[in-house]
C-alpha cells in the first residue's frame, strides 16, 4: 500500500518538470548503460538529467534536499490515503461502514492530489531557481525534445493502430 503511494509520488515528483526526472540521478547509477543510439536526441540511459545540465555539486545537493523536503511534507498525507485505502478493503460492501470508507477514502485522494499538485509547482519553482539562465535555457530544449520523441512515439501508436497491427515493431 504504502509503496504504490510511494512510487505515484516520486513519479509525481520525477514528473514535475514534464518527465525529465531529477532524481533520474539515482535510477540511472542502478541501471545498465546503454547506447546512445538507443533513443537518438535523448541523454543515454546511463545519464542522468543532472548530468545532462552541467548541474555543480551545490545545485544538485540544494535540489536533492529540495526534493527531498517536497515528499517530507507530502508524507502524512500519503499515510492518510494509505490508512483509509485499507479501511475500504476492510469494509463489507454493501454497509455503511463501505459507504463511509469509501467517501473518506475520495475525499482523502482528492486532498493528496491537490496538495501533490501544490507541492509540484513549488518544487519545480525552488529548482528553477538554482538554475542559472543557459542551465534554464537548455532544460527548455532537453523538455522539448522530450515531447517531440512523446509525439513521435504516439504518431507511431497511432500509425501501427490504424494499419491493424497491435504489436510492436521487431527492433534490431
Do not use: C, W
Not at 539515482?26 to 548503460?33: E, K, L, R, V
Not at 538507443?38 to 555543480?56: H, I, R, V, W
Not at 502524512?76 to 485505502?85: F, N, Y
Not at 532544460?139 to 510492436?168: N, W
Request: no cysteine; charged share 20%.
Amino acid at each position: 500500500m504504502y509503496s504504490r503511494i510511494f512510487r505515484t509520488t516520486a513519479l509525481a515528483t520525477a514528473l514535475a518538470f514534464s518527465s525529465l526526472a531529477f532524481a533520474a540521478g539515482a535510477a540511472a547509477a542502478q541501471s545498465t548503460p546503454s547506447s546512445p543510439a538507443a533513443q537518438p536526441g535523448a541523454p543515454a540511459k546511463g545519464q542522468s538529467l543532472l548530468e545532462e545540465l552541467d548541474l555543480t555539486q551545490s545545485q544538485q545537493s540544494s535540489i536533492r534536499t529540495t526534493m527531498q523536503q517536497n515528499f517530507q511534507q507530502l508524507r502524512p498525507q500519503m499515510q492518510s490515503v494509505t490508512q483509509k485505502r485499507q479501511a475500504f478493503e476492510d469494509a463489507t460492501p454493501g454497509t455503511s461502514a463501505f459507504q463511509s470508507a469509501m467517501n473518506d477514502l475520495a475525499q482523502a485522494e482528492a486532498d493528496f492530489a491537490k496538495a501533490r499538485t501544490l507541492r509540484e509547482g513549488a518544487l519545480r519553482s525552488k529548482i528553477y531557481e538554482v538554475l542559472t539562465p543557459t542551465q534554464r535555457t537548455k532544460l527548455k530544449d532537453l523538455i522539448a525534445q522530450q515531447k517531440a520523441q512523446v509525439e513521435k512515439m504516439r504518431e507511431a501508436a497511432r500509425a501501427r493502430r490504424a494499419s491493424g497491427s497491435s504489436t510492436p515493431p521487431a527492433s534490431h
